[in-house]
T-cell receptor
Framework: SQTIHQWPATLVQPVGSPLSLECTVEGTSNPNLYWYRQAAGRGLQLLFYSVGIGQISSEVPQNLSASRPQDRQFILSSKKLLLSDSGFYLC????????????FGPGTRLTVL | EDKVVQSPLSLVVHEGDTVTLNCSYEVTNFRSLLWYKQEKKAPTFLFMLTSSGIEKKSGRLSSILDKKELFSILNITATQTGDSAIYLCARGTNAGKSTFGDGTTLTVKP
C-alpha cells in the first residue's frame, strides 16, 4: 500500500533563516506531487506541483521553491524565511495520468518568529 | 478565476442532526469535484464526483453533483461527535491540479 511521509512535524524558525521540508512517497511510481499551504481557518493553497523528476510548476509567486530530485521525493525550500511564510504545509500525491484524488501527508506546522 | 466557494463557513449541530454542506465552483477546465475531511492534520478523501445527479454514498455520508448549476452538496445524517472536522471541497481540473475551497468547520455537540 502507498504511504506518504513528511518531516518535520513542527518547526520554529527565525526570520531570514533557510527552510527545507521533505516529503517522500512509498508504494507507487511516477506520482504527481503537490505542496500546499493552509492558513488558519482557510482552505489549501496550491504552491507547487510536479508531474515528474525535475518538473516543477509554481502556482503563486513567493519566497519558496520546490525540487523533485527523485521520483518519490519532493522538497520545499526557502533561502530566507519571512513572517508570512508561517502556516501549515501539506504534501500530497496523486496517481499520474489524470487521477484527481490526492492523498496527503501529516503536514508540517511552520512558525516563523 | 479558479474559485471554489463553500458554505456555511462553520456550523454547530447536536448529535443526531442532519447537515448539508454546500460547494459551488467555476466551470473552467472542470474534471471532477472532490470532498475531503480534515480532522487534525491531513485531509482524507471522501468522494469524487464527475457526473451530474449520481449520488455517492458511504455510510451516513452522501454527496451529489449538479454540473448545470455548478454545485455539489455533502450530506451527513445522524451526526456523531466524530464527524466534527473541517470538510473541504476541491475542483479537479484537466491539468491534474485541484483548487480548494476554504472549508466548512462542522462541530457536533453531544
Amino acid at each position: 500500500s502507498q504511504t506518504i511521509h513528511q518531516w518535520p512535524a513542527t518547526l520554529v524558525q527565525p526570520v531570514g533563516s533557510p527552510l527545507s521540508l521533505e516529503c517522500t512517497v512509498e508504494g507507487t511510481s511516477n506520482p504527481n506531487l503537490y505542496w500546499y499551504r493552509q492558513a488558519a481557518g482557510r482552505g489549501l493553497q496550491l504552491l507547487f506541483y510536479s508531474v515528474g523528476i525535475g518538473q516543477i510548476s509554481s502556482e503563486v509567486p513567493q519566497n519558496l521553491s520546490a525540487s523533485r530530485p527523485q521520483d518519490r521525493q519532493f522538497i520545499l525550500s526557502s533561502k530566507k524565511l519571512l513572517l508570512s511564510d508561517s502556516g501549515f504545509y501539506l504534501c500530497a500525491w496523486a496517481g499520474g495520468g489524470g487521477t484527481d484524488t490526492q492523498y496527503f501527508g501529516p503536514g508540517t506546522r511552520l512558525t516563523v518568529l | 478565476e479558479d474559485k471554489v466557494v463553500q458554505s456555511p463557513l462553520s456550523l454547530v449541530v447536536h448529535e443526531g442532526d442532519t447537515v448539508t454542506l454546500n460547494c459551488s465552483y467555476e466551470v473552467t477546465n472542470f474534471r471532477s469535484l472532490l470532498w475531503y475531511k480534515q480532522e487534525k492534520k491531513a485531509p482524507t478523501f471522501l468522494f469524487m464526483l464527475t457526473s451530474s445527479g449520481i449520488e455517492k454514498k458511504s455510510g451516513r455520508l452522501s454527496s451529489i453533483l449538479d454540473k448545470k448549476e455548478l454545485f455539489s452538496i455533502l450530506n451527513i445524517t445522524a451526526t456523531q461527535t466524530g464527524d466534527s472536522a473541517i470538510y473541504l471541497c476541491a475542483r479537479g481540473t484537466n491539468a491534474g491540479k485541484s483548487t480548494f475551497g476554504d472549508g466548512t468547520t462542522l462541530t457536533v455537540k453531544p
